[in-house]
Nanobody, 118 residues
Framework: QVQLVESGGGLVQPGGSLRLSCAAS????????MAWVRQAPGEGLEWISD????????YYADSVKGRFTISRDNAKNTLTLQMNDLKREDTAVYYC???????????WGQGTQVTVSS
């Protein structure tokens, strides 16, 4: 079965960096686009970035553009999100999500908490 397992969250000071990873299994990873979505306390889900199946297409929300970088390693079935210059408003649970061929989300990870605080 499809599994998505995030890791790498934690507590970081403003201006710091974190690298999130998502280990995918149970399907042909290189066939599907992937995304990162976050949910801040008391807020709804916010799409922040996605990447095409081959990695050539990468897109970002304005809120993270220039600070976050999405990437994937299709040989290792891994999705990553490098987060630099973190701000308090980046505090959220971060989820990796798999797209189906119609670019609708069909599987989600369990999420990893990122807290930006001094």
């Amino acid at each position: 079965q499809v599994q998505l397992v995030e890791s790498g969250g934690g507590l970081v000071q403003p201006g710091g960096s974190l690298r999130l990873s998502c280990a995918a299994s149970g399907y042909f990873f290189k066939t599907y686009g992937m995304a990162w979505v976050r949910q801040a306390p008391g807020e709804g889900l916010e799409w922040i970035s996605d990447i095409s199946n081959g990695g050539g297409g990468r897109y970002y929300a304005d809120s993270v553009k220039g600070r976050f970088t999405i990437s994937r390693d299709n040989a290792k079935n891994t999705l990553t999100l490098q987060m630099n210059d973190l701000k308090r408003e980046d505090t959220a649970v971060y989820y990796c999500a798999k797209y189906d061929h119609q670019y609708e989300f069909d599987y989600w990870g369990q999420g990893t908490q990122v807290t930006v605080s001094s």
